[in-house]
């Protein structure tokens, strides 16, 4: 399974970026692909979630109704649509998958990761 992220860059408070987060190597019904990102000196976070069947989207609380997750089935992708960024919103973001909904925004029981792509936010 490979999990390639890209769409990340420098871009203005108040700006907008979309991620995109291709997926290859498994069918991916019953799956739920995330989001999480991690800024220097903190842990890795949950930023969104959704599942690869239904479309059924989670978000954290700190990025809800500016971030929007989704997926293009036929293209095997899944995007996060980020507007209204705010400087804290800079960190290494990573696509993530994993089997089943339970527990969506616990790093660990995510069992396949992307590489990283970099969103900063200047203010």
């Known amino acids: 399974v490979q999990l390639q992220a890209s769409g990340g860059g420098l871009v203005q408070a108040g700006g907008s970026l979309r991620l995109s987060c291709a997926a290859s190597?498994?069918?991916?019904?019953?799956?739920?692909m995330g989001w999480f990102r991690q800024a220097p000196g903190k842990e890795r976070e949950f930023v969104a979630a959704?599942?690869?069947?239904?479309?059924?989207?989670y978000y954290a609380d700190s990025v809800k109704g500016r971030f929007t997750i989704s997926r293009d089935n036929a293209k095997n992708t899944v995007y996060l649509q980020m507007n209204s960024l705010k400087p804290e919103d800079t960190a290494v973001y990573y696509c993530?998958?994993?089997?089943?909904?339970?527990?969506?925004?616990?790093?660990?029981?995510?069992?396949?990761w992307g590489q990283g792509t970099l969103v900063t936010v200047s203010s």
């Open positions: 959704c599942t690869w069947s239904s479309g059924t989207t």
């Open positions: 190597g498994r069918t991916f019904s019953g799956y739920v």
């Open positions: 993530a998958s994993k089997s089943g909904i339970y527990s969506y925004t616990v790093k660990d029981n995510y069992m396949y």
